[in-house]
C-alpha cells in the first residue's frame, strides 16, 4: 500500500518512545495523511501525545506504555537491547494484544507503526515506519538482524523513510526492489516551511539536548568549546536534563516543552548543534542553519551517520 493511497482511512498510528525523534518526524507524515482525508487516532506516551496535540490541536489520542527500556552508560546501544530482551519480548506480546482489541473496537481501517515492531493488527492493514531496512550491527549482535526482518514481515507494507535517489541513511535504507517496501522521502515538521538566511540576521547558536542522560554533559561541552561566541547561545533540553548541566553564564537555557515556541528558535538559528540523529539529519534539510552533529557514544547507528556525512553537516 503506497502512502498516496491512504485516503479516506481511520489511522491508528503510534511510534517509538526512545527519543523524541519519531514523534518529530511522525508530525511530518500525519500532516500528510491529514491533508489525504484520513482519520487518525495517535497512541503513545502522555509526553509524546502532549506534543502532537500542540500541532494538532484536534486529533484523537490514546494513552499506550512505551517499550521498557533502559540506556546503559558501558554498553552499546544494541548491546543494551540484547541485555533487555525478555522485558521487551514480553511488551511486544502485550502491544499486540491490545492493538487488535483497540482496532476492533475503533473500526480501524489501517495501522500504522513507527519502528514499533508489535504495532500490527490481525483485523485490518498494517505499515512499518523505518529507515532502517539494514541495521548497523556488529559481531554476534548480526543475530539481531534476523529477528528484525522476521518482526517487520509480519506487516503488509515498509514505508521507508528516505529518499532512493539520495539516501541520507546511506546502506540502511537499501531496498533491492522488494514489491511490499516504498520510499517516502524524508519526513520533518519544517518540510513546508523552506528557509533561507536571505538578508534576515540570525544571531543565535543553539544546542539540542537529546539522547541518553549520559551522555548530555559531552555535548554541552562540545557546544561550551565550540559554539560561535558572536552568537547568542542557547541550550534546549529537557527541565531534568538542563539541572544536571554545570550551567554557563552567558548561555541561555530553555526548557523544550513548548514545541512550536522551540521551533521558531531553530528557524532563527545561525548554527544548530546536537547528536547525530537520522530525524535531526532530515530537519537539516529544511532548516537554514549550519549543523554540527556528533555521534552519540555507542549508538551505533549514528557512528554509521557520522562516517557518511561530515560533522559539520550542513553550511548555508
Known sequence: MKLSEV??????????????GHVSRSIGL??????QNNEIYVAGEPDQLKVFKTYFPEIQTIELPGYPFEFEKYNSFIQAIWRQKWKLKKFLNFEMKWVNKTTKALSIDLVIADHRYGFNSSNCASIFVT????????????LFHYFHLRWMKQFDAIWIVDDPENQLSGKLSYNPNHPNFEYIGWLSRFENNRFSLGNQKKNQSVLLLSGPGNYLNYLHEYFVLNANHELDQIVIGKTSALASLPKVEHITYIDSRNWLEIDEILVDSREIFSFFGYSTLMDAKYLSAKFHLLPCPGQWEQEYLSSIHPKIFNEK
Open 131 to 142: 529507515h532502517q531496512i539494514h541495521l548497523p550491527l556488529r559481531g554476534v549482535y548480526k
Open 30 to 35: 500525519i500532516r500528510k495523511l491529514e491533508s
Open 7 to 20: 485516503q479516506h482511512k481511520k489511522i491508528l498510528l503510534s511510534c517509538l518512545n526512545w527519543g523524541m
